[in-house]
C-alpha cells in the first residue's frame, strides 16, 4: 500500500520493519494460537524486544519516544500481515498514555518500562451494563476510608483482563464542592481482594477474550489514583482519544489483510479466459475498497498528528472520524473480499469468513458509529442535541 510522502524516512522504515516481523508470524501463526486457546505471546515478546510495543512511551521510561502516530504504524503493519495484536490498542495507547501524561513519577517508575518492553500488559475498564461508555453515567464509585479508596462497580466487554498484570478502572467520586460525581482513574492489580472476573462468550475469532468485571469494596491506597482527582475528564479523553486513532489502525490493518488476498485471488482465479480480476465487475469494487482505506488512513494520519502536537480538542474530533471511516471501509472491504472469492470466501482454507465479525467490531468499539455521528452532529456541526 503506497504510503505517499506524508510519512518521514523514519516512519518509512518503522513501517517496513514491523511489516517484516508481522510476515514472519501471519495469519497462520494467529489462526493456530486461537485454535490452542493460547495468547500470541511469542509476538508480543518478539514486538516488545525490538521496541515496537512502546514506541509512544517516553524514552526516560525505556521507551521509544514517539507518539500514537508511530505506535498506529505498528498496529497497522501487524493487522495486514493478518496477526494483529489487539493490547496495543488498551496497553500503550490508552494505559501508558494517560499514565504517562498525568502519573506521578512513582507510578511511571513503576509501570511504565514494563508497558514499554512488553513485560507487563495493562487492561482498561471503562464500559459497563447500564452505561457503555458514557462516563457521566457510570455507576462504578470510588469513596475514601481513611487514606485508602474503596472502589465498587461492575464493568463489561473488558480485554484481556485475563493476562493484564493491572486494570486501569475509570470510577467516579464526589465532588466536596458540588456534590456531583466526577470521573477518576484508578490502577488495580489483577489480584486485589475483590477484584474478580468472568468471561463474556462472544462470537469472536480471536485470542484476546472479553471479560465482566466485578469490584466489590476494592480497598487501594492513596497511590493507586492516577493524576489529579479533579482533573479526571481530561484524563479520561487523554486516552480515549488514542483508543479511537488505535482502532482506527486496527480497522485498517484488517481491511487491507483482507484486499490483499482478494487482490491476489482475482489475479489468479481463471473462469473464462482471463482471470476474473480483469472483469470490471470485480476490479471496480476493489479498487473502491483500496481508495476508501487510503481515505480513512489520511485521516488516522491526521488524527494522530493532532494528538501528538498536544492538540487534545482537535484530535477529538479527527480521531471520532478516523474511527468512523476506517471502520465502514474495513466492513466493506471484508464484505468484498468474500465476494470477490465467492464460495472460497466462506472456507476455513482462506479464513476470511472469520473477518465479517472481526471487521463489524471496529464500528461497535470503543464507541459505535451512531455515537460518533452524534459527536460531529454536535460538536462539528453544532446541532442541538435530542439526549
Not at 451494563?129 to 475514601?144: L, Q
Not at 469468513?353 to 467490531?361: E, F, K, P
Amino acid at each position: 500500500m503506497n504510503t505517499a510522502v506524508l510519512e518521514t524516512d523514519e516512519h518509512k522504515a518503522l513501517r517496513a520493519a514491523v511489516a517484516s516481523l508481522g510476515a514472519r508470524y501471519g495469519r497462520s501463526y494467529f489462526e493456530r494460537v486461537v485454535s490452542e486457546g493460547r495468547h500470541t505471546d511469542e509476538l508480543w515478546a518478539e514486538a516488545g524486544k525490538a521496541g515496537y510495543l512502546g514506541v509512544n512511551l517516553p524514552e526516560a521510561y525505556g521507551g521509544g519516544g514517539g507518539g500514537i502516530t508511530e505506535l498506529a504504524i505498528v498496529l497497522e503493519e501487524l493487522g495486514a500481515a493478518g496477526c494483529p495484536l489487539l493490547m496495543l490498542v488498551v496497553s500503550p495507547a490508552i494505559c501508558g498514555t494517560v499514565i504517562a501524561r498525568f502519573g506521578t513519577e512513582a507510578q511511571k517508575q513503576r509501570w511504565l518500562p514494563g508497558l514499554a518492553d512488553g513485560r507487563i500488559t495493562m487492561a482498561f475498564g471503562i464500559t459497563e451494563p447500564d452505561a457503555g461508555s458514557n462516563s457521566h453515567r457510570i455507576t462504578t464509585t470510588a469513596r475514601r476510608d481513611g487514606t485508602d479508596w474503596l472502589l465498587t462497580g461492575r464493568k463489561v466487554f473488558i480485554s484481556g483482563v485475563d493476562i493484564a498484570d493491572a486494570t486501569l478502572i475509570v470510577g467516579r467520586t464526589e465532588d466536596a464542592r458540588t456534590g456531583k460525581l466526577k470521573p477518576c482513574l484508578f490502577i488495580v492489580p489483577r489480584d486485589t481482594p475483590g477484584f474478580s472476573r468472568s468471561p463474556i462468550p462472544m462470537e469472536l475469532h480471536a485470542p484476546e477474550k472479553q471479560f465482566e468485571l466485578v469490584l466489590d469494596d476494592v480497598r487501594l491506597p492513596a497511590e493507586a489514583l492516577v493524576g489529579d482527582e479533579d482533573a479526571g475528564l481530561l484524563q479520561l479523553f487523554a486516552g480515549l482519544n488514542p483508543e479511537r486513532i488505535m482502532t482506527a489502525a486496527f480497522a485498517l490493518g484488517l481491511g487491507r489483510y483482507a484486499l490483499a488476498r482478494a487482490v491476489d485471488y482475482a489475479r489468479t482465479r481463471q473462469v473464462w479466459k482471463e482471470p476474473i480480476g480483469a472483469h470490471q465487475a470485480i476490479a471496480h469494487p476493489l479498487a473502491q475498497a483500496h481508495i476508501e482505506l487510503e481515505l480513512a488512513r489520511l485521516m488516522m494520519s491526521k488524527a494522530a498528528h493532532l494528538y501528538d502536537r498536544g492538540d487534545d480538542v482537535g484530535a477529538g474530533e479527527a480521531a471520532n472520524m478516523a474511527k468512523y471511516a476506517a471502520a465502514e471501509a474495513a466492513v466493506r472491504t471484508v464484505d468484498q473480499a468474500v465476494h470477490t472469492l465467492g464460495g472460497n470466501g466462506l472456507t476455513t482454507e482462506y479464513g476470511l469468513g472469520r473477518l465479517v465479525t472481526a471487521a463489524r467490531v471496529a464500528r461497535i468499539a470503543p464507541v459505535s458509529r451512531e455515537m460518533i455521528l452524534n459527536y460531529v452532529s454536535h460538536q462539528t456541526l453544532g446541532l442541538p442535541k435530542s439526549y
